[in-house]
């Protein structure tokens, strides 16, 4: 099972789950959270044969040993494990500003600083949250 | 490729505070080509704020060093509380971490460590801005100490002959560093502030038109604009070390001179 944001699982669910009705039906919900400023992510699982694992177990064993680009290496055959995944649902968590943010952000900007937002979120809930904290203004 | 990089442009309220949000994605794309990248810096320095969603904990870095190298004179500060900002906040000047409910690697990786985002006011406002100006003077202040000290050696050195006959005694030359270092600058850290912090920590009564750190954002240009420690205050404090060695070095010297001959 894997857990991401969701275009990096959309790329590596299988051909069947992404024509699914599913797909598209948590596509929507997702969005829809998405704009409430809620922070979602996409489940998915695999189910492994014993020797396929083994087989990339190994490989992975190697990868982490290795002594040099060990990151690079170990996210190479992650990349190979983590393909033709089926969604199985999505999440969505509220993450509420912590007190005084937009105060303080508002308080910067007076100053002159300059600001720069940066997240992983999706661009609806950074909007969202843009707004909340009183970045944007519309 | 130009069209593939989209910056939308959000409209505020007022004409002049205008944002930009901007996708991962097309970072990737400003970052490869140099002419789009150019033109993303200057637009961005165009606004109060940018907002990039989409964005890996690799690109957050990316995006501080870019800012770092077209824009050198500026200082970054970077705050995070999630293990994802932690090679953003290495990499920005000033790295500030959340301890909190995302665990501690922010926070442990952060030059300062804070509880809240909101302490970040009191961080930069209060205690940066003081630090900031204290520094500066601290540092003009021991340029002028030497100066002082060392230039009236010199100015004995016409009328002994250059002997190297030193001007202080001994046990005053070697305490000198020591006490006029140390103790005022200490007073000077510990118990100077140019304006109370706020309203509650102000001593009573308090006057009407009082300026606080945390009320007046005006107050941090000091530190933006650098007047606490450039050229010119610099050549300031020389200035007066000179003019204060002349003062002290031939005030004490004809003043003795005269009693000798009479």
């Known amino acids: 099972m894997c857990k991401g944001a969701d275009t990096v699982i959309s790329e590596r669910l299988s051909h069947q789950s992404r024509e699914s009705d599913m797909f598209q039906k948590t596509e929507e919900i997702v969005n829809k959270y998405a704009e409430e400023g809620l922070r979602t992510l996409y489940l998915a699982e695999k189910i492994l044969d014993e020797q396929v694992y083994q087989q990339w177990n190994q490989k992975a064993q190697q990868a982490k040993l290795s002594m040099q680009n060990r990151e690079e290496m170990v996210?190479?055959?992650?990349?190979?494990?983590?393909?033709?995944?089926?969604?199985?649902?999505?999440?969505?968590?509220?993450d509420r500003l912590q007190d005084e943010v937009a105060d303080t952000i508002q308080f910067m900007k007076a100053a002159g600083i300059k600001v720069w937002v940066l997240t992983g979120d999706k661009i609806e809930t950074a909007m969202n949250i843009g707004l909340s904290a009183g970045l944007l203004d519309q | 490729m130009k069209t593939e990089v989209e910056l939308n442009l959000t409209q505020g309220q007022l004409k002049r505070k205008q944002a930009i949000v901007v996708a991962g994605a097309s970072l990737v794309q400003i970052d490869e080509h140099e002419e789009i990248r150019e033109c993303f810096l200057q637009a961005s320095d165009n606004v109060d704020v940018v907002l990039a969603c989409r964005v890996s904990p690799k690109q957050k870095a990316d995006i501080v060093n870019l800012i770092k190298k077209r824009f050198p004179s500026k200082t970054t500060l970077s705050i995070g509380d999630g293990a994802n900002d932690v090679s953003m906040i290495l990499q920005a000047h000033v790295g500030v971490?959340?301890?909190?409910?995302?665990?501690?690697?922010?926070?442990?990786?952060?030059?300062?460590?804070?509880?809240?985002?909101?302490?970040?006011?009191t961080l930069l406002f209060f205690h940066g801005r003081e630090a900031y100006r204290r520094n500066s003077l601290l540092i003009v202040y021991n340029f002028y100490k030497n100066f002082l000290y060392v230039v009236t050696q010199f100015y004995f050195g016409f009328y002994s002959t250059f002997s190297g006959q030193p001007l202080y005694e001994q046990n005053?030359?070697?305490?000198?560093?020591?006490?006029?270092?140390?103790?005022?600058?200490?007073?000077?850290?510990?118990?100077?502030?140019?304006?109370?912090?706020?309203?509650?920590?102000?001593?009573?009564?308090?006057?009407?038109?009082?300026?606080y750190f945390l009320r007046a954002p005006s107050l941090y240009r000091i530190g933006l604009n650098n007047e606490c420690f450039s050229y010119f205050i610099f050549i300031q404090w020389i200035t007066k070390a000179l003019a204060h060695s002349l003062l002290i070095f031939f005030a004490v010297f004809f003043c003795l001179c005269q009693n000798e001959t009479s």
Do not use: C
Not at chain 2, 105 to 113: I, T
């Open chain 1, 75 to 94: 996210a190479q055959v992650d990349e190979l494990i983590e393909t033709e995944l089926e969604l199985i649902g999505s999440t969505a968590i509220e």
């Open chain 2, 97 to 121: 971490g959340i301890s909190g409910k995302e665990g501690q690697q922010a926070a442990r990786s952060a030059d300062y460590a804070i509880g809240q985002f909101k302490y970040l006011k």
């Open chain 2, 172 to 211: 005053m030359y070697q305490l000198y560093n020591i006490t006029m270092t140390s103790l005022p600058i200490m007073w000077f850290a510990v118990f100077d502030f140019e304006h109370e912090r706020d309203e509650q920590r102000a001593p009573q009564p308090t006057q009407p038109h009082a300026l």
